[in-house]
């Protein structure tokens, strides 16, 4: 079955770091990118980040960039991102997605949440 | 950035009823070279993550009921559900993959009338 299985979430205080980890499985996890996709509660998708297959290339949502760090193992299938100074609007819900070259943003794990608080 | 806009944020049909659901993209998501429109829709129930149904504009993700078309070029697309079911009910976002960033549409949430 083709899934991808994010972890890594919890409760932060302002300022604090937070890595979140997704498990590919089912697929050759290497010959796709992968993004991050998050939901703050009620509110609708807002990218975050993608790395292209083999992790040379990466981008970020202006909101993020220079605190965000997407990488990715494909020796153990997993993409992880790193979140460092975080911030109350950041928590959300985060998605790991896998692209599709010939279609689209196909598999989404069930997600992550992160929730920054004092 | 390209800024997606759907129509109406809301929207309430009766059972066995036509669904309309419009997005419109500040800039054309058409590549010339492919002659392909860049442009993806999404369900999400409550509690779950979103479901890609259509990509391409028009194409069907495997598995997708046939009541569920997309149609649109450039800037102008329309997702419609052609008779609406009880589980259809559920938010529905468009999105852009033309250009970096990606960015979905606000989600038009979709109820039984």
């Known amino acids: 079955e083709l899934q991808v299985v994010e972890s890594g979430g919890g409760l932060v205080q302002p300022g604090g770091s937070l890595r979140l980890s997704c498990a590919a499985s089912?697929?050759?996890?290497?010959?796709?990118?992968m993004h991050w996709v998050r939901q703050a509660p009620g509110k609708g998708l807002v990218w975050v980040s993608r790395i292209n297959g083999d992790g040379s290339s990466t981008s970020y949502a202006d909101s993020v960039k220079g605190r965000f760090t997407i990488s990715r193992d494909n020796a153990k299938n997993t993409l992880y991102l790193q979140m460092n100074s975080l911030r109350a609007e950041d928590t959300a819900v985060y998605y790991c997605?896998?692209?599709?070259?010939?279609?689209?943003?196909?598999?989404w794990g069930q997600g992550t949440m992160v929730t920054v608080s004092s | 950035d390209i800024v997606m806009t759907q129509s109406p944020d809301s929207l309430s049909v009766s059972l066995g009823e036509r669904a309309t659901i419009n997005c419109k993209s500040s800039?054309?998501?058409?590549?010339?070279?492919?002659?392909?429109?860049?442009l993806a829709w999404f369900q999400q129930k409550p509690g779950q993550p979103p479901k890609l149904l259509i990509f391409?504009?028009?194409t069907r993700e495997s598995g997708v009921p046939d009541r569920f078309s997309g149609s649109g070029s450039g800037t102008d697309f329309t997702l419609t559900i052609s008779s609406l079911q009880a589980e259809d009910v559920a938010v529905y976002y468009c999105?852009?993959?033309?250009?970096?960033?990606?960015?979905f549409g606000q989600g038009t949430k979709l109820e039984i009338k």
């Open positions: 999105q852009q993959y033309y250009s970096t960033p990606s960015t």
């Open positions: 391409w504009a028009s």
């Open positions: 089912g697929f050759t996890f290497s010959r796709h990118w």
């Open positions: 997605v896998r692209w599709e070259v010939a279609g689209a943003f196909d598999i």
């Open positions: 800039q054309s998501v058409l590549y010339s070279s492919n002659n392909k429109n860049y």
